[in-house]
């Protein structure tokens, strides 16, 4: 699952100095002291109706499909230290299956495909380095029409020339799983999503798109499993591992928290201001993980956050889930406020470097 927006700071944080009534909170203080101090608590989270969707998904766009496809077979090919990871590592064997369905043009005009990728759009970030961001929203828009538009004229005769190959060999297969992804999360989203919600902007204290975000459904997307980018657009691979049952419903909501990057960065830059602190590189990603997974488990029990069955912590932020757990769920919890806990998880991180 990785999650990420469009901006040279891959990951953001926050901060201000915790202050509990009217005395100075003793940030060296255990979990128990920590609960002890803070006397100010907040209600538990509100459950609002909406009248619009919390996500709309989108299981039928070709042509973002094929470019996905092609950009971590690309990247395989070039043999990028993500191709391993376990989001796109089937991919290679998805497309030797497929290749048996092809005669020996059709498959010759498929390596093509793949090569000219590996040459120029795979080496590329799909989130941070353009024009993939805007390719990825003009891919959206076309759907499966037969024509694309807007789209950089390079990545876009690759494209037209690798379609009617992708549509025989892998498309439906692609698609299929597309649609039965969305089935299960939409139906997750139908039973959890109201308080899940509730949760996440009640601890953020921040608005929920109005009218819902999109989703877009790809069989692959990037070495995460899923990404989100400008124009409000969220992307997943519907056969990621990682993305499947209560997986996928936390993933969806990370991605969307994403959105509030810029008003995330820009609260924790003013309490890390105040108590004239540096923001941790990896704080605001962090907090995403932390609490779309406390999210999820908080309305279904059983589950068990993202972060904590793949690896995210181990792969260099072990100490920010220590500061996280000892004082962000606290206040998820119930107790003192965000910016108390945002200045105090910055000054922690920062005790530590």
């Not at 470019?67 to 064997?93: C, I, M, Q, W």
């Not at 969307?256 to 605001?284: C, F, T, Y």
């Not at 107790?335 to 991180?349: M, P």
Request: proline content about 4%.
């Amino acid at each position: 699952m990785s999650l990420v927006m469009k901006s040279k700071q891959r990951f953001r944080v926050t901060a201000r100095v915790l202050i509990c009534s009217a005395s100075v909170l003793v940030l060296a203080g255990s979990n128990s002291n920590l609960l002890a101090s803070w006397s100010k608590t907040q209600s538990k989270p509100k459950v609002f109706a909406r009248s619009s969707p919390i996500f709309n998904f989108h299981d039928d766009e070709f042509w973002l499909n094929l470019h996905h496809f092609l950009y971590v077979l690309g990247r395989a090919e070039n043999k990028t230290r993500d191709s391993s990871r376990a989001a796109v590592s089937g991919a290679p064997a998805d497309q030797q299956q497929g290749m048996a369905r092809l005669t020996t043009q059709e498959q010759a005009v498929w390596k093509e495909a793949v090569l000219n990728y590996a040459a120029g759009p795979a080496k590329k970030d799909l989130v941070f380095d353009d024009p993939l961001p805007a390719v990825t929203l003009a891919l959206a828009r076309a759907r499966d029409t037969k024509s694309i538009e807007g789209v950089d004229h390079s990545i876009a005769a690759v494209l037209v020339r690798a379609a009617p190959v992708y549509r025989k060999a892998w498309w439906s297969k692609h698609q299929a799983a597309n649609k039965a992804w969305r089935k299960e999360i939409e139906a997750l989203v139908k039973r959890y999503g109201t308080p899940v919600l509730g949760f996440i902007t009640n601890a953020y204290g921040m608005e929920w798109f109005t009218r819902g975000y999109d989703v877009h459904l790809s069989a692959y997307c990037n070495w995460a499993g899923a990404y989100s980018t400008t124009g409000n657009l969220l992307v997943v691979s519907s056969l990621a591992e990682g993305n499947q049952g209560t997986k996928g419903l936390e993933t969806v909501f990370h991605e969307g928290m994403h959105q509030w990057d810029d008003s995330v960065d820009a609260a924790l830059k003013e309490q890390a201001r105040r108590i004239n602190k540096p923001v941790p590189d990896r704080l605001s990603h962090a907090l995403i993980f932390f609490t779309a997974g406390e999210a999820v488990h908080h309305v279904v029990p059983e589950h068990t956050p993202y972060a904590d069955t793949s690896g995210v912590w181990q792969r260099g932020m072990t100490r920010e889930r220590e500061v996280l757990t000892e004082i962000w769920k606290p206040y998820l919890d119930g107790h003192g406020t965000r910016d108390e806990a945002f200045a105090a998880i910055i000054k922690r991180l920062s005790e530590s470097n």
